[in-house]
């Protein structure tokens, strides 16, 4: 089988699980959410885009409902051994199917869990879902248990995370020495991932981003190359990814000579990520890492040109974004506590003068300062 933990790690977590589900009463959860099958089982597949369910019973016993083409995928990936198809055809409603699943599981009538918040359940399948349910049993939004378990990396995640961190460095590596006048973002963009997958990484969970010149301020993924002039700026995000786990990075890499306004954006930045680095201690929330955050680009004068959140937790994430929950945004009262993976970006982007600068990687919390997981400094790169 092509498990990449232990049996006990995925017998800890269902555990784990199970007491939440017992201080919350419930006899059942259904997860849809693909990151929560494969941090419970293993179970590695991009068939979530489709409707399947895992059932997870009080006394831990897990039934998984999908479709023929992920039979031998969970067969052969995960821990589940009970897997329920059903059938692709016209008219075919799987909410059924899972109706009837749960009625032979014995659970009319029980207080059940729905994990609703993931792209995993699309709002159609939900209303389904619940048409289903609401005269079968209690029904209770479990959105959030599964996440905030995966929130805490327990020794052999935070191994999965270090080494998406060394890809993520290699990938860094690869790109520079094309950085240059006349260099083309798509063989940029074809080193730093091959780098990844040469590494023995994955696919990440969203594209790369990249951009340069009038594109360097954007800080989503568009379609379309260019190449570097000789005084250019090249915004990139990436993650390297290992094992579904993800460790993201963020830089803006100057060709030519240093603006006078990059230099006073990348002084702001360097100087914000120290902050939000020395409030990611447990004691401090998210919140109050954003605040580090905003503080300081405040003292910069630039509000207007920092974004409403600075980061977010990673770990092993599916299609479409490595972006995980909580996030560093302004009151968010979840407390910061070791071993989590969190990404702290400072994003400043001037429109007025169409200048960008980022400067951002991956930490490892601890009972005291985070340990970045880069062996990258936080110096200006300038080619």
């Keep these: 089988m092509a498990l990449h933990f232990e049996r006990s790690e995925f017998d800890a977590r269902r555990d784990r699980l199970l007491i939440e589900m017992a201080e919350k009463k419930l006899d059942a959860v259904l997860l ?40 031998r995928q969970a067969r052969h990936t995960s821990t589940i051994d009970n897997i329920v198809l059903w059938t692709d055809r016209d008219s075919a409603n799987p909410a059924i199917d899972l109706r009837n699943l749960l009625n032979d599981l014995d659970l009319l009538g029980a207080r059940i869990g729905v994990e609703y918040d993931t792209h995993g359940l699309t709002a159609y399948n939900g209303r389904r879902v619940d048409e289903q349910l609401q005269t079968f049993g209690q029904i209770a939004d479990a959105s959030g248990i599964v996440g905030r378990l995966r929130l805490f990396k327990s020794p052999a995640e935070v191994a999965k995370a270090e080494k998406a961190a060394s890809l993520a460095d290699d990938a860094l590596d690869a790109a520079l020495p094309l950085i240059k006048q006349g260099g083309d973002e798509a063989l940029i963009l074809a080193a730093m991932q091959g780098a990844i997958f040469a590494g023995g990484g994955d696919y990440p969970a969203n594209e790369f981003i990249i951009g340069s010149g009038a594109d360097a301020l954007l ?20 993650a390297g ?33 120290l902050a939000v680095e020395k409030a990611m201690t447990p004691g401090n929330t998210f919140g ?6 905003a503080r300081t680009l405040e003292a910069h004068n630039l509000t207007k040109h920092r974004l409403n959140a600075c980061g977010y937790s990673l770990g092993a994430r599916f299609t479409p974004s490595w972006m995980d929950m909580p996030m560093f945004y302004q009151g968010n009262p979840e407390p910061i506590a070791p071993n989590m993976t969190l990404f702290a970006h400072m994003i400043i982007m001037d429109s007025e ?31």
């Design 32 to 71: 849809f959410a693909q990151e929560s099958m494969y941090w419970l089982t293993g179970y590695d597949t991009f068939g979530f885009c489709f409707f399947q369910c895992l059932v997870v019973k009080a006394d831990g016993s897990m039934v998984l409902l999908t479709r023929s083409a992920d039979l």
């Design 219 to 238: 800080c989503r993924y568009k379609a379309g190359r260019r190449k570097l002039t000789k005084n250019d700026q090249l915004t990139l995000e990436w």
């Design 241 to 273: 990814v290992f094992h579904h786990y993800h460790a993201a990075m963020m830089r803006t890499v100057l060709t030519g000579k240093i603006s006078k306004r990059h230099q006073e954006l990348f002084d702001a930045a360097r100087a914000a990520l």
């Design 288 to 293: 109050d890492v954003f605040d580090a955050h």
């Design 353 to 383: 003068t169409e200048t960008a600068m980022t400067l951002g990687r991956t930490y490892l919390t601890t009972e005291s300062a985070p340990k970045p997981l880069s062996r990258h400094d936080l110096d200006l790169i300038v080619q």
